[in-house]
C-alpha cells in the first residue's frame, strides 16, 4: 500500500495558526506548511501581538487576519466561524509540531475513520527528550487521568496543540473557552459526543532560541482544571451530583448512627445538635441526587437536539449520499 500524501488529499484544507508574538518562528511554520500541503489556505489570526508577527505571516503568503479578543480559544472561535474547508489542521505558530505530519492527521479524516485526530507528542517520548519544562508533563498526565476517569477514554496527549478534524466536526463544536482550555475542551467534547478519535504519534521539538512560552504552567493549569469541572458538570451532572450526594449522605450517617443508637436504647436524642447536622446532610444529599437528575434529563435532551444538528450538518458539509 503507497504512502498517503497530500496528493491524495480529496478535498479543501485550511491550515489555521493562532498566534501571539511568534515573530522568531512563524515565517519558517508558514514555509513547511506550504511545502507540506501546497494546495491548503493557510491562516495566520494575529492575536495582537506587537513583534510583527502578522506582517511576516503576510510576507510568506499567508492569509493574516485579527483577533482582539485575547486568548486562543476565542482565536480557535474566529476561525471556525470565518473559514470554511473540508479539512482543518491546527497547529501552534511555535515551530514545534513537525508539517511533515500534516498528511498523517488528515489521513484517518479523509478515509472515514476519524472525525477529529490529535497529534500525539507522547507515545515516542520526543515531548519528554525536548521539554525542560517539567510540571508541563505533569499537567498534562493529570488532565489525561481525569479524562480516562470521568469520561472512560485514554488519551496519550491531552494538551497537544496539533491537531485536524473535518468540516461537521468544526462546525459543530461550541468553543466557550476563552484561552489555553481549548485543547482540553475540544478533546472532551469529542469523546462526551462520541467522535471518532484517531491520536497519530508525532516527533515534538522544542522552542528555537528566542522563542519563549505564553503558557502559564499554574495559571493556565488552573484554568484547564476548572474548564474539567466545569464540563464535568455540564456534560456528566449525574455523575457530579450523584458523587456529592453520595459523599453528603455519608457523612450524615458517620454524624447521625450513635445518636440514632443511643435513641434505640434510651428512647432519648441527648445529643441533639448531632441530630439536626445529621438530617441537614442526609437532606442535602438527597436535594444534591435530585438536581442531577434533573440536570441529567435536561443535558440528555440537549445531547438528544446535538445529534439532530449533527444530522443536519451532514446533509449541509458533510459528504453527498450515493444513490
Not at 9 to 33: H, M, Q, R, W
Not at 197 to 210: A, H, L, N, S, T
Amino acid at each position: 500500500m503507497s504512502e498517503f500524501t497530500a496528493r491524495d488529499i480529496d478535498g479543501s484544507v485550511a491550515v489555521l495558526i493562532p498566534c501571539y508574538n511568534e515573530a522568531v518562528t512563524i515565517a519558517k511554520v508558514i514555509d513547511d506548511f506550504k511545502r507540506e500541503l501546497p494546495e491548503a489556505d493557510i491562516y495566520v489570526y494575529d492575536n495582537n501581538s506587537s513583534d510583527g508577527t502578522g506582517d511576516i505571516a503576510r510576507e510568506h503568503g499567508a492569509i493574516v487576519r485579527t483577533e482582539t479578543r485575547q486568548g486562543k480559544g476565542n482565536v480557535v472561535r474566529q476561525m471556525i466561524r470565518e473559514i470554511d474547508a473540508d479539512y482543518y489542521i491546527m497547529v501552534d505558530g511555535d515551530d514545534t509540531y513537525p508539517a511533515e505530519a500534516a498528511a498523517s492527521l488528515i489521513e484517518p479524516l479523509v478515509n472515514e475513520r476519524a472525525d477529529m485526530t490529535v497529534g500525539d507528542r507522547l507515545s515516542n517520548g520526543s515531548y519528554g527528550e525536548e521539554n525542560d519544562r517539567a510540571f508541563h508533563g505533569l499537567g498534562n498526565n493529570l488532565v489525561r487521568w481525569l479524562i480516562k476517569v470521568i469520561y472512560g477514554f485514554e488519551f496519550h496527549d491531552v494538551m497537544t496543540g496539533y491537531r485536524a478534524f473535518n468540516r461537521v466536526f468544526a462546525k459543530t463544536m461550541p468553543v466557550i473557552s476563552p484561552a489555553f482550555e481549548i485543547e482540553t475542551e475540544l478533546s472532551i467534547h469529542a469523546v462526551d459526543k462520541r467522535w471518532r478519535v484517531v491520536e497519530v504519534p508525532i516527533d515534538y521539538r522544542d522552542r528555537p532560541e528566542g522563542s519563549y512560552s505564553k503558557l502559564s504552567t499554574f495559571g493556565d493549569g488552573w484554568k484547564v482544571l476548572k474548564c474539567i469541572g466545569q464540563l464535568f458538570k455540564d456534560y456528566r451532572p449525574l455523575a457530579l451530583f450523584g458523587w456529592l450526594a453520595l459523599i453528603l449522605v455519608i457523612i450524615g450517617l458517620i454524624v447521625g448512627i450513635p445518636v440514632i443508637g443511643e435513641f434505640n436504647s434510651t428512647g432519648q436524642v441527648p445529643r441533639l445538635p448531632s441530630a439536626i447536622v445529621a438530617v441537614a446532610f442526609v437532606g442535602a444529599g438527597m436535594l444534591s441526587f435530585s438536581c442531577g437528575l434533573i440536570l441529567d434529563t435536561s443535558v440528555n435532551n440537549h445531547r438528544k437536539d446535538y445529534e439532530m444538528s449533527v444530522i443536519e450538518a451532514y446533509r449541509r458539509y458533510g459528504k453527498k449520499s450515493e444513490k
